[in-house]
C-alpha cells in the first residue's frame, strides 16, 4: 500500500483536507489542495514534540493559512487548531504525531465536526505507530 492510501482513507472519514509527512517535513502523501511546506510541519511538530506553549499564543501557519490553538495535548502527541482566515474559519486541523510521522487532516466542508476530524486522525496516528512507525 502507498502512502498515498492512507491519505485516500482519511478522506473517506470526511478529512478532505490532509497529508502524513515524515517529523523532518518531507511530504509522504497529501490529498489535493493541502500543500504543507517542510517548515510548517517541523514548527507545528516541533511544538507538540517539546509542549512548547508558545505557539497557543502565537498560533501557527499550516498550508499557507494562519489557525489559532484550541488544544495542545503534549502527553498525547496532539494539537488541534481553528482556521483564523476567512476562508478557513469553520475549519478544524487536528495534527498529531507518531514515532516518525506528522498526521494531518483538516475538514474542508463546514458541515463535518471538528471531532470527525480528531477521530479520523487519530484513529490513522494509531494505526502507523502500530506499524512501528
Known amino acids: 500500500m502507498s502512502w498515498a492510501a492512507y491519505t485516500d482513507r ?19 502523501a497529501q490529498a ?26 502565537s498560533g501557527a501557519l499550516v498550508a499557507g493559512k494562519r489557525w489559532t490553538v484550541i488544544r495542545l495535548e503534549p502527553e498525547s502527541q496532539l494539537i488541534i487548531l481553528k482556521g483564523k482566515e476567512k476562508d478557513n474559519l469553520k475549519q478544524t486541523l487536528v495534527v498529531a504525531l507518531t514515532n ?5 487532516g483538516a475538514n474542508k466542508d ?14 490513522m496516528r494509531d494505526y502507523l505507530k502500530g506499524c512501528g512507525y
Do not use: R, Y
Not at 100 to 104: E, L, S
Not at 110 to 123: F, I, K, P, Y
Open 10 to 28: 482519511l478522506v473517506d472519514s470526511k478529512v478532505e483536507l490532509c497529508a502524513i509527512h515524515g517529523k523532518d517535513g518531507a511530504m509522504w
Open 32 to 57: 489535493p489542495g493541502f500543500q504543507c511546506t517542510p517548515d510548517e510541519v517541523t514548527n507545528v511538530a516541533n511544538a507538540v514534540a517539546k509542549n512548547d506553549q508558545c505557539i497557543c499564543s
Open 100 to 104: 516518525q510521522a506528522v498526521v494531518m
Open 110 to 123: 463546514e458541515n463535518v465536526q471538528g471531532s470527525t476530524v480528531l477521530v479520523a486522525v487519530q484513529g
